[in-house]
């Protein structure tokens, strides 16, 4: 079972850069997905962006440009460790959410793909 544990979140002004940290144990799979989902109060969860364990990455249409996700895995000496970044930058207040980090092992999945590991969350609060 893939355990996640977020950091980062905080509050922002508009404009303002966070960068969001996920780690990841007990990848047990070559393939495997890491990505981050949102939602906001009374709004349905939403995928932000995923990276797969080759580096192909997916974002959303409303954070291409202003999101970039990363990974880095090489520190892991039986590869079953991954950390996950998400460098947020021009933020909106309609950025506002908690921010979750999900991980997949095999494969298939996508933005639109259920992920059947989460973290706690970490919440981002952009406002002035």
């Known amino acids: 079972q893939v355990q996640l544990v977020e950091s980062g979140g905080g509050s922002v002004q508009p404009g303002g850069s966070l960068r969001l940290s996920c780690a990841a144990s007990?990848?047990?799979?070559?393939?495997?997905?890491l990505g981050w989902f949102r939602q906001a109060p009374e709004k349905e969860r939403e995928a932000v962006a995923i990276?797969?364990?080759?580096?192909?990455?997916?974002?959303?249409?409303?954070?291409k440009g202003r999101f970039t996700i990363s990974k880095d895995d090489a520190a892991s000496r039986d590869n079953t460790k991954a950390t996950v970044y998400l460098q947020m930058n021009s933020l909106k207040s309609e950025d506002s959410a908690m921010y979750y980090c999900?991980?997949?092992?095999?494969?298939?999945?996508?933005?639109?793909?259920?992920?059947?590991?989460w973290g706690q969350g970490t919440r981002v609060t952009v406002s002035s």
């Open positions: 007990g990848i047990t799979y070559s393939s495997y997905y």
């Open positions: 990276i797969e364990s080759d580096g192909t990455i997916s974002y959303a249409d409303s954070v």
């Open positions: 999900a991980g997949a092992l095999g494969a298939g999945y996508g933005l639109d793909t259920p992920f059947p590991y």
